[in-house]
């Protein structure tokens, strides 16, 4: 499939987009494989990011990709693409905003694929113009879900100890910050620790692989 002329944000008229970076389904993952193996992981990855893009709903969702198989996926389930090849996940996230501003649209919720509780992610929508609403992991160190209004000129800073920094860059935009602490976007899947949920939570998509 060639996807070098993909450049989809999703219906213009839409106040809020969701927008999910996804990792290459047979690359993600690599971490946790002391615990499953290749197929396992991704499947699970796959399983996980579809989870997060039908938590978008009502809103529309746009994935951002450099694999085709992703490409694919993000098509058949309604969501548009926005590919961004060698640009890392902060560059492809800005790339992606960057875009959706261009299109009119004010606010993106960004949130990372590999959320197996995902829901409600259009709640984050609403919010003020000056305002950036951060989901933090569970740990409060990454930063799990992102809203933040696309003219902001928002430097995206994912990675370990994300959190204080988009914290920081919010008051460099001159941004208020809402910090929403919600245990069910909090719970990402990073190390075979993870993999241990809470019964409270329910199982990963798919069952309990563990």
């Known amino acids: 499939m060639d996807t070098s002329g993909i450049d989809d944000v999703g219906p ?3 106040d809020a987009i969701v927008v999910v970076p996804v990792k290459a389904f047979d690359r993600a993952k690599v971490r946790l ?8 992981r991704e499947a699970l990855a796959r399983a996980m990011a579809t989870r997060v893009v039908a938590a978008a709903a009502p809103l529309a969702v746009t994935v951002v990709c ?6 694919t996926w993000a098509r058949d389930g309604g969501a548009a693409v926005v590919w961004t090849p060698g640009l890392g996940l902060n560059g492809a996230v ?5 875009r959706l501003a ?22 984050l929508a609403d919010a003020d113009p000056d305002e950036v609403v951060l989901v933090p992991d569970r740990r409060r160190d990454g930063t799990n ?13 994912y990675g370990a100890g994300s959190f204080d920094r988009h914290v920081a860059e919010a008051a460099r935009c001159g941004l208020r910050v809402r910090v929403v602490d919600a245990e069910h ?7 075979p620790a993870d993999l241990d949920v809470p ?9 309990n692989i563990t």
């Open 12 to 14: 213009g008229a839409a």
């Open 33 to 40: 494989a002391d615990a499953l193996d290749a197929p396992s």
């Open 66 to 71: 450099d694999d085709d198989d992703v490409a």
């Open 94 to 98: 800005t790339e992606a905003v960057a």
């Open 102 to 123: 261009g299109a009119g649209i004010a606010r993106a919720v960004v949130a990372h694929a590999d959320l197996p509780f995902a829901a409600g992610l259009a709640e």
């Open 145 to 157: 879900v992102l809203s933040v209004p696309t003219s902001a000129g928002f430097a995206f800073s």
């Open 185 to 191: 976007l909090g719970w990402d899947i990073d190390e």
């Open 199 to 207: 019964a409270h939570l329910g199982v990963l998509p798919g069952g």
